[in-house]
Structures are given as C-alpha cells and as structure tokens.
C-alpha cells in the first residue's frame, strides 16, 4: 500500500473508531451532544495515528502534529468546560423529537455518521501533508503557522470574552457586541477557519498536501453556511432581542469595522 492510501486509510479507520465508540457511549447517557466534545479530539486522534504509520519529513510532520494538537486540545476542554452537566444541546433535542424511539439508532448516521465523513475531509492536509519527506519545511509552512496563530488567537480570545460575558449575571438576555465580537458575530468560527487554512498552507508546501486545501474549503463552509453561523443564528434571531440590530451592523464572518 502507498502512504497515501496508508494516510487516507489510517485516518478513516481512526474517525470510524473514535465515532463508534463515541456514540456507543451517547446512547446510554441520551446526551448526542458529547460529539461535539469530542470533535477536536478525533481530529488530534487522526494526526497522530497517521504520524504513527507514515514516514514523512519529521520537521512538517510535527509540525501538523503539534498545530492539530493544540487546536483540538483547547477546543474540546473548552467545550467540555462549557457544555458538561448542562445535558443535550437543543439541535440533537429537536431531531430527537422527530423519531424518539429511533433516535439512538438514526444518530449513528445523521450525527456521529456525517460528522466522521466532515472531519476525515478536513483532516486531509494533516494526512497528506505528512507523506512526501520532501521538500523541506520553508515560507509557505511559515505562513501557514501565522494563519492558525491568528485563528487560534481569534478563537481562544473570543470563547473567553464570551464566557466571561456570559457570568456577569447583568448581562443575562443581552447581546455580546463587545470585543471581538464587535467586529464579527462569529469570531470563534472566523478563528476556526483560519485555524484550518493555516495547517492546510503547511500541508500544501509539499505539493500533495495541496489537496488538503479541500480539508480547509469544507471546514468554511459547513462554519458559514451550514452548522455555523447559518444554523445558530436562525434560532438567535428568535430568542434573543436585539440580536437582529446585532445582525444588520456587525459581519457575520470575516472581522470588520461595525456599519
């Protein structure tokens, strides 16, 4: 077998495992909300186990080790950190409407099913980024750890303002508009973004790794136009006052000057 095929199939493999034995765990504790704990933790899952079986350049293999590992790390203790003993996120409560009886079963596909097909395409710059041995780590790799840093940064800076937002009880029912988030509704997202095209610059330096590309094209999208900001924002718009003034003068995505 090539290690490409190697890289592509080990990742496979690890997803199909972290995802099974994650929903096998959901469905005692009726809880589908833990995937999204365990999100960033499969992808640090997939870095490793293809660092593990392909021989690649040692620097631009640790590096994505390294990149992946610290963004997936933070994301799920932060989402643990906020999510834990708060029970099931309204999204899977609402399919769980739908079909009760079935749900234990329909979320191995809808859920954890669909999300392991979204991360294994995202992972592809970690996984091809780590076969060729040549060329060496240069100044598209540089770049690419510029990009993830301001992503990392926008993401941890965010989450933390929110948070700390969100404890203040005066601020209960109010609108976040401060900081970060006066510039962008979503500076988390627009973090995690550029968290993914940053690893896919690294990736790319080594020719193949430029399919990885892909990886960072899907993890936009599904942010702004399917799971991120699209989804959130429909109920927001309802159960938030004031948020739909937030709407017309903030961007939705990419940081800029409030209209």
Same mark, same amino acid.
């Given at each position: 077998? /090539?290690?490409? /095929?190697?890289?592509?199939?080990?990742?496979? %493999?690890?997803?199909?495992?972290?995802?099974?034995?994650?929903?096998?765990? /959901?469905?005692?504790?009726?809880?589908?909300? $833990?995937?999204?704990?365990?999100?960033?933790?499969?992808?640090?899952?997939?870095?490793?186990?293809?660092?593990?079986?392909?021989?690649?350049?040692?620097?631009?293999?640790?590096?994505?080790?390294?990149?992946?590992?610290?963004?997936?790390?933070?994301?799920?203790?932060?989402?643990?950190?906020?999510?834990?003993?708060?029970?099931?996120?309204?999204?899977?409560?609402? +399919?769980?409407?739908?079909?009760?009886?079935? @749900?234990? %079963?329909?979320?191995?596909?809808?859920? @954890?099913?669909?999300?392991?097909?979204? +991360?294994?395409?995202?992972?592809?710059?970690?996984?091809?980024?780590?076969?060729?041995?040549?060329?060496?780590?240069?100044? %598209?790799?540089?770049?690419?750890?510029?990009?993830?840093?301001?992503?990392?940064?926008?993401?941890? $800076?965010?989450?933390?303002?929110?948070?700390?937002?969100?404890?203040?009880?005066?601020?209960?029912?109010?609108? +976040?508009?401060?900081?970060?988030?006066?510039?962008?509704?979503?500076?988390?997202?627009?973090?995690?973004?550029?968290?993914?095209?940053? $690893?896919?610059?690294?990736?790319?330096?080594?020719?193949?790794?430029?399919?990885?590309?892909?990886?960072?094209?899907? +993890?936009?999208?599904?942010?702004?136009? $399917?799971?991120?900001?699209?989804?959130?924002?429909?109920?927001?718009?309802?159960?938030?006052?004031?948020?739909?003034?937030?709407?017309?003068?903030?961007?939705? @995505?990419?940081?800029?000057?409030?209209?």
């Amino acid at each position: 077998m /090539s290690p490409t /095929s190697t890289a592509l199939l080990t990742a496979a %493999l690890t997803i199909a495992a972290v995802m099974l034995v994650t929903w096998l765990i /959901s469905v005692p504790l009726k809880n589908a909300s $833990i995937v999204d704990i365990v999100w960033g933790l499969g992808f640090v899952a997939v870095a490793w186990a293809v660092r593990w079986r392909v021989d690649g350049n040692d620097a631009r293999q640790w590096l994505l080790v390294a990149m992946t590992t610290a963004w997936g790390l933070r994301l799920g203790g932060y989402l643990w950190w906020r999510n834990h003993g708060k029970g099931e996120d309204f999204r899977y409560q609402a +399919m769980r409407r739908k079909a009760p009886e079935r @749900f234990w %079963l329909l979320s191995l596909v809808r859920v @954890f099913g669909v999300q392991g097909v979204v +991360m294994w395409l995202v992972s592809l710059p970690v996984q091809l980024g780590q076969v060729r041995t040549t060329p060496a780590v240069g100044w %598209l790799a540089g770049a690419g750890v510029v990009v993830w840093a301001v992503g990392l940064g926008f993401e941890a $800076i965010g989450d933390a303002q929110l948070a700390r937002f969100k404890a203040n009880p005066a601020n209960a029912g109010a609108v +976040m508009d401060r900081g970060l988030w006066r510039y962008t509704r979503h500076p988390n997202y627009f973090g995690d973004a550029c968290v993914w095209w940053g $690893i896919a610059l690294v990736a790319a330096e080594t020719g193949l790794g430029a399919v990885g590309l892909i990886g960072a094209a899907v +993890m936009t999208v599904f942010l702004r136009r $399917i799971s991120g900001v699209t989804l959130l924002e429909k109920s927001l718009v309802k159960r938030r006052p004031g948020y739909a003034e937030y709407v017309a003068r903030t961007s939705p @995505f990419i940081p800029r000057p409030p209209r």
